[in-house]
């Protein structure tokens, strides 16, 4: 049996220093010191360290084979969505990333596809670059985060991406960053950003696509949430109650919450960079078939 995972992020450091080049107000640079790895953003602390495995496809295969790993859908970290940027930078950031790791799952096709990032504060955009990465031999579909900078993927702006993507048959992986998660000026002490706020938005994202009705407008559209969900499966019979008895959450969507686990895949990883293995159907199908 092939072991797939698909909570892997991976930078190509080439493609680092080409949004660099381009727009150095918003790029990214990657810091070394102390012998160990940062990510330094602009108007942000320097993320890290960063374990050598990110940037470095030999020092992350052979972790994979430690692990069992056979293959990889490797993407963007969070903090590479860029959806707080110019649109137009935004815009030219997914496309130097997308190229990268799809040069990168060339060169590895044993071991690496890909999920594509898009600019979803340029829907516009985000269309095209749907259009571009998804012939691509090793894209099995996009990595987005929990939010748009703010705007909730319930959002009906978004609805063309979802079209997009649902008549593509491009699954969608869905990741929180910690630049936009709920409740985060109370989060900012015990690393509780990562511990609590990123389960928190996995599992306001999942309300947000089941009562607003995502699901039920784009029925084939198959969403992949990391972190184990948040606390949605653990509350589906509350979400369930709520419906029943409450006027509101009927509000977008006139569909039961039980019974919707088909269209959604909930991954039990850590947020580390090897994770524990959760596979999307359909990626599974592209990669194995």
């Known amino acids: 049996m092939t072991t797939i995972d698909v909570h892997a992020h991976a930078i190509v450091p080439e493609s680092l220093r080409r949004m660099e080049s381009r727009h150095p107000d918003f790029a990214p640079a990657l ?21 050598d495995g990110m940037f470095d496809p030999d020092v992350r295969q052979a972790e994979m084979d430690r692990r069992g790993v056979d293959i990889q859908v490797i993407a963007s970290p969070p903090p590479n969505f860029f959806y707080h940027v110019p649109a137009q930078v935004g815009a030219e950031f997914a496309r130097i990333q997308n190229d990268a790791l799809a040069e990168l799952s060339e060169d590895h096709p044993d071991r690496f596809h890909m999920f594509a990032t898009l600019p979803l504060q340029d829907v516009s955009a985000s269309l095209e670059e749907i259009g571009r990465v998804a012939p691509l031999p090793r894209v099995r579909g996009v990595e987005i985060g929990s939010n748009v900078a703010g705007v909730d993927l319930d959002d009906r702006s978004l609805d063309p991406v979802w079209s997009a993507l649902e008549g593509g048959g491009l699954p969608v992986w869905i990741h929180p960053d910690q630049r936009s998660i709920a409740g985060g000026d109370r989060l900012n002490v015990y690393y509780l950003q990562n511990l609590v706020g990123i389960p928190m938005e996995s599992t306001i994202a999942i309300a947000k696509l089941i009562f607003g009705g995502v699901l039920d407008r784009f029925p084939g559209l198959r969403f992949g949430i990391t972190h184990g969900g948040g606390f949605a499966p653990y509350q589906v019979g509350r979400w369930q109650h709520g419906w029943e008895v409450r006027q509101e959450p009927k509000v977008t969507t006139s569909r039961q919450v039980r019974g919707r686990s088909s269209p959604t895949s909930i991954s039990t990883a850590s947020p580390t960079i090897q994770s524990r293995y959760a596979c999307l159907e359909s990626v599974s199908d592209g990669i194995t078939s």
């Open 31 to 51: 810091l070394e010191e102390g012998g160990h790895k940062y990510l330094r953003y602009p108007g942000r602390a320097p993320l890290g360290p960063i374990p």
